[in-house]
């Protein structure tokens, strides 16, 4: 089968300052149908430099399944609803991923 956009699968990570930020987000991803499946991973600690001042923190993953299709959805959806003033939205696509894994994303988001 070959992969087009509607049925090729996509990885959307961002960061959150804290907890309670990223499972909002999360919820809505899901409840509007613009991901399939989101984990959040607590813990992660970021380095990096912000308007000339590096800066330390620990942040929260949020990481979404979803489809290439919905990348245009789904990351100006983030991005208006982010609490940051420039939100890390990033999407990757596997080369390689379990097909029935894959089918269920996909027919996850076409239900909604």
């Known amino acids: 089968m070959a992969k087009t956009s509607s049925t090729e699968l996509i990885i959307v990570t961002s960061s959150f300052a804290v907890l309670g ?6 919820r809505k ?5 613009l991901a399939a ?3 959040i991973h607590e813990g992660v600690h970021s380095i ?3 308007k000339g001042t590096v800066c330390e923190e620990k942040e929260v993953i949020l990481v979404a399944k979803t489809n290439a299709n919905k990348w245009g959805e ?3 959806f983030m991005k208006t609803e982010h609490p940051y003033d420039l939100p890390e939205i990033i999407a990757v696509k596997p080369t390689e ?3 029935e894994y894959g089918q269920w994303v996909m027919a996850e988001l076409q239900s909604k």
């Open 48 to 50: 990096y430099r912000w």
């Open 21 to 26: 930020d990223a499972n909002a987000m999360a």
């Open 37 to 39: 499946c989101v984990q």
């Open 74 to 76: 789904i990351s100006s």
């Open 97 to 99: 991923y379990d097909l």
């Open 29 to 33: 991803l899901i409840e509007r149908g």
